[in-house]
Each structure stands twice: as structure tokens, then as C-alpha cells.
């Protein structure tokens, strides 16, 4: 069983930036492919970013290319995602998720482990 926690939503100008964090309580954080998704108000959730085990392998939505970053830390089992430029259409709760299948559960959107979610609004 993997818990997830994210943390460093909030609210934010158009322009601004944020930094979500998600921390893991997996024994092997490093098997473990970590991602974003996000789900705007009256939207269906959306795949948003994911990173491989080993860092190696990072995939982003065309919406968020050039304008996310995700990256992991494995010793200290935390996942970010560095959100920049940020616009009123990135306002969304945003969740961390979790998979030992690999980065192409993402694609599917069906990874096995789910955060509760961080708000995030960008207001103009």
C-alpha cells in the first residue's frame, strides 16, 4: 500500500508560480512511476505529467509543455511539480498518483495510488 500526500497548492495571480510536492510512503520509491493529474470544475480529470522511477523518463500533456516541470527526489520520496506562467485555465484540484506498472499507466489513466488532492486557483 502506498500513501500519498500532496502539499503546495494555493492561489495565485495569472503569471504566477507554484510548486506542488507529493511524498510517498513506499519502501521503494525509486520502482515507482509518479504523476500529476488535474480536474477543473465541471471537467473530467486530466492527465498532466509523469516521471519514471529513475527520473529518466518524463512524459507532460501538451497543455503544460514548456510550462511544468515535474522531477522527484528519491531520497526523500518526494515527487514536485514546478508549475510557472500560470493561467486562470490551470486552476483545477490537482492529484498526485502512483504506479508500480510503470509511466504508461498514466497514459490510461489508471494508476493503482491517488493523493487526496491540492487546490490550486490562478486568478486574474
Known amino acids: 500500500q502506498v500513501q500519498l500526500v500532496e502539499s503546495g497548492g494555493g492561489s495565485v495571480q495569472v503569471g504566477g508560480s507554484l510548486r506542488l510536492s507529493c511524498t510517498a510512503s513506499a519502501r521503494t520509491f525509486s520502482d515507482i512511476a509518479m504523476g500529476w493529474f488535474r480536474q477543473a470544475p465541471g471537467k473530467e480529470r486530466e492527465f498532466v505529467a509523469v516521471i519514471g522511477g529513475s527520473g529518466r523518463v518524463i512524459n507532460y500533456a501538451d497543455s503544460v509543455k514548456g510550462q511544468f516541470t515535474i522531477s522527484r527526489d528519491n531520497a526523500k520520496k518526494t515527487m514536485y511539480l514546478q508549475m510557472n506562467s500560470l493561467k486562470p485555465e490551470d486552476t483545477a484540484v490537482y492529484y498526485c498518483?502512483?504506479?508500480?506498472?510503470?509511466?504508461?499507466?498514466?497514459?490510461?489513466?489508471?494508476?493503482?495510488?491517488w493523493g487526496q488532492g491540492t487546490q490550486v486557483t490562478v486568478s486574474s
Open positions: 498518483a502512483a504506479s508500480f506498472w510503470g509511466t504508461h499507466q498514466f497514459m490510461s489513466g489508471e494508476p493503482e495510488y
